[in-house]
């Protein structure tokens, strides 16, 4: 099993930054890349970024590219979101997500961390 637990979460203003962060413990070793996704109220969860554990290969959707940033830290079982310039619209629980070699889909989530955005 793997564990994941976010942190970074807050309530900020239009225009700031946030760096969201994912501890990932447990058996770790199998895995084949670790992401971001969010949950608007009233709104399916969806897709924000992800990063391929050995290549650091990135993914993004489009309405975040530019702004934000995925990065990892191997040796440490992190990942983060460097989240600038945010909006309104960034307002969501920002889960983590986690996925096995020999997956399609994702395996494992975290609990989610509030990002609110003021106007």
């Known amino acids: 099993q793997v564990q994941l637990e976010e942190s970074g979460g807050g309530l900020v203003q239009a225009g700031d930054s946030l760096r969201l962060s994912c501890a990932q413990s447990?058996?770790?070793?199998?895995?084949?890349?670790m992401g971001w996704f969010r949950q608007a109220p009233g709104k399916e969860r969806e897709f924000v970024s992800a990063i391929y554990w050995s290549t650091g290969r990135t993914l993004y959707v489009d309405s975040v590219k530019g702004r934000f940033t995925i990065s990892r830290d191997n040796a440490k079982n992190m990942v983060y979101l460097q989240m600038n310039s945010l909006k309104p619209e960034d307002t969501a629980v920002y889960y983590c997500a986690s996925a096995r070699a020999g997956t399609t889909g994702w395996d494992y989530w975290g609990q989610g961390t509030q990002v609110t955005v003021s106007s």
């Open positions: 447990g058996r770790t070793f199998s895995t084949l890349r």
